[in-house]
């Protein structure tokens, strides 16, 4: 793209569904002139719309002043005292909450456990106090890497109740990835279990923390819960089961007064090289952020039940499952295992049996429920539903037709939601009681949220030219730094655009002001709703030693949206179909099962620029084109192509 180009936009949709006017009539906003209203003065006076916000949170001590400093190094509510677990669990005992279902939690292999919150209440006072007994103190960062159970909402509000800083690596990450992230965070425990189900297989949790550790020095104990009830070895002194140390712990555990801008958790994520980046979250911007975002999007209400299918190990889950939700006392429905365990009606019977009113999913699983076929929402009562939610990556029109018609019957507002790990919480988003959606569009920007579509040069463009989707305006739950790292933080988000948030997205607007995110423009590729860096993929096919050099691009999937595609160059080796096997299980030991390949393609060479730059677009043309081709090319002709291409230039 050169400097003032703008991005081509080829998506067509001129469908819209304006909100059912029963559910504006109940919705926490209701109106087009309240929305404009908030978002105009939250544009105008952040300062006093977001202090009018934080009247939602119970605080310690007041802070002295909303916001102080400008984009990227502004401080939030300097001088404000909060505790994150105390707004998620305490405030709400004092009221008739006390008795209401916190977690709701259904085990892959049909088991039911409800936590009341004041059940959820003594669990994280007990175990904050186990982490303590266990030499954890504030600012300490603890790894948790944990199956979806109970056990990790309470670990995640037990660190913040005694303000350590949490760094959730999720399941489906290998041991090596475990090490490099418990190493960057200096992690000083892992919390973790015997292991967790995924359709009837039982994944090996502990043994992977085991491997880990070799190369992670920093670690000093491991709490294990025990899940599956399969083997691990347990290290003495340094190992120790859950219900051991839980069955001595004190449930009185105050929660800290901390500084608003306390870390809340480390998340790590894929950027356009090679090593993760450790994003970092605060406690009351984000806190507030999750909070209102919650209220507004969701529509949260006393007596819903709430369901996000995320995993906790994304940002979704730690958004939208733990904080934002239990901050605003609702009823969370967690589910451990898979959307077609033991069939694929699984969501739906679990939406029948919980009566659940409000469902996020992704895009990714819609397509597949779409593959699985109508019989499967059929044989259930979704009637209970009222509101329906996706987010992750772009929704194709189409899906989201589906998601409307079957799931919604016609009768749900569909919130298709825009954010990233960074943002902290949705940005970009429908207000289910006001805003009119269409199809494959995230609608408009949330109050508070100020974005913009320019060049490369930053220059603002008009309606229907894709270009960069940037933030022009702080937000209380933007990410604060990048862990141990914050040179790079100022290059990754603020170096392109001057003044501005950039995170690596195209957009366009339409005329009506609505958002068309077109996907990433950098070196990310979307698999299934999760971000992979191609250089991460890159660089664990080049630690094989048969592998000389690799490029690795994104071609579009049926199911996934994006799937992976690696061209590799090997040292000397013929390539085989043995050989491809070894690399992809390779890429699987490195990174994890999310980053499995799936093409290899064996190349003489990469075919690369004169100046040395691998020629992506060339090789996403060839993978993507691979799909009505049989596997008789060599990578010879690619090369070919690539000198051809290059001599063209
Ligand atoms: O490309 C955008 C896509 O997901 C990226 C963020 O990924 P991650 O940090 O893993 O967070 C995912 C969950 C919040 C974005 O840069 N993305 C996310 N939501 C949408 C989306 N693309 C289009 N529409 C969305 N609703």
Request: include cysteine; hydrophobic fraction near 35%.
């Amino acid at each position: 793209m050169s400097e003032n180009a703008s991005i081509e936009s080829v998506l067509q949709e001129t469908r819209t569904f304006p909100p059912p006017s029963t559910f504006s009539a109940q919705a926490n906003i209701g109106s087009e002139e309240e929305y404009q209203e908030l978002w105009q003065r939250a544009k105008d006076d952040p300062a006093g719309f977001w202090g009018d916000m934080a009247q939602n949170l119970s605080w310690f001590q007041p802070y002295e002043s909303v916001m102080d400093g400008d984009m990227p190094n502004t401080k939030w509510f300097t001088g404000g005292k909060i505790n994150v677990s105390y707004n998620c669990l305490d405030r709400h005992l004092e009221t008739d909450r006390r008795n209401k279902a916190a977690i709701i939690w259904e085990g892959e292999t049909g088991e039911t456990r409800v936590l009341r919150y004041q059940d959820l209440h003594r669990e994280v006072c007990k175990f904050a106090n186990v982490l303590k007994g266990l030499g954890v103190e504030t600012g300490d960062r603890i790894t948790l890497y944990m199956p979806m159970i109970p056990e990790l909402t309470i670990a995640m509000l037990a660190c913040c109740r005694i303000g350590a800083v949490h760094s959730i690596i999720f399941g489906g990450f290998s041991a090596d990835a475990v090490a490099d992230r418990n190493n960057d965070a200096q992690a000083k425990l892992v919390i973790t279990a015997d292991g967790g189900w995924r359709r009837g297989k039982e994944i090996p949790l502990k043994a992977a923390v085991d491997a880990s550790l070799e190369k992670s020095p920093s670690v000093e104990n491991v709490v294990v819960v025990r899940r599956t009830g399969g083997d691990v070895d347990m290290v003495p002194d340094r190992d120790h089961w859950y219900h051991d140390l839980m069955q001595g712990a004190s449930a009185d555990c105050d929660a800290v007064e901390l500084d608003a801008e306390h870390p809340l958790f480390i998340l790590y994520t894929s950027g356009s090289t090679g090593k993760p980046k450790g994003v970092l979250h605060t406690s009351a911007g984000y806190l507030l952020g999750t909070t209102m975002t919650s209220k507004w999007v969701f529509d949260l209400k006393e007596d819903d039940t709430y369901w996000c299918t995320a995993d906790i190990g994304w940002i979704t889950g730690h958004s939208y499952i733990t904080y934002g939700p239990l901050s605003n006392g609702a009823s969370v429905v967690m589910y451990e295992g898979a959307p077609n365990w033991p069939d694929e009606g699984r969501f739906w019977e679990i939406v029948e049996k919980y009566q659940v009113s409000i469902f996020y999913t992704a895009p990714t699983a819609i397509r597949a429920f779409i593959k699985w076929g109508d019989q499967w929402p059929e044989k259930y009562d979704l009637s209970s539903l009222r509101l329906l939610g996706t987010v992750g990556e772009p929704i194709n029109p189409e899906a989201w037709m589906w998601y409307h018609q079957v799931i919604g019957q016609e009768r749900c507002p569909i919130v298709d939601t825009w954010w990233q790990t960074e943002t902290g919480g949705i940005m970009i988003s429908p207000l289910p009681g006001v805003t009119p959606t269409k199809p494959g569009s995230c609608a408009r920007p949330l109050p508070g949220v100020v974005p913009d579509i320019v060049t490369e040069a930053g220059e603002s463009l008009d309606a229907n030219q894709g270009g960069l989707l940037v933030m022009t305006q702080p937000w209380p739950h933007m990410l604060r730094t990048l862990y141990g790292d914050h040179d790079r933080f100022l290059e990754t988000y603020f170096s392109t655009i001057d003044g501005c948030y950039f995170a690596g997205d195209g957009a366009r607007r339409d005329d009506d002001g609505y958002i068309w995110v077109m996907g990433r423009v950098d070196d990310v590729i979307n698999v299934s709703g999760h971000r992979l860096s191609t250089m991460e993929v890159e660089s664990a096919l080049v630690a094989h030693d048969k592998v000389a050099e690799a490029a690795v691009v994104g071609f579009p999937h049926e199911i996934k949206g994006e799937g992976i595609c690696c061209f590799v160059t090997l040292k000397g080796d013929d390539g085989t179909d043995e050989l491809k096997k070894e690399l992809i299980q390779h890429v699987r030991e490195q990174i994890g099962a999310l980053a499995t390949p799936d093409q290899i393609r064996f190349a003489a060479s990469v075919p690369k620029t004169r100046s040395g730059k691998i020629m992506r677009r060339l090789l996403r043309d060839i993978a993507a084109g691979r799909e009505s081709t049989q596997d008789t090319t060599t990578l010879e002709d690619y090369t070919v192509l690539a000198k051809l291409r290059a001599e063209e230039e």
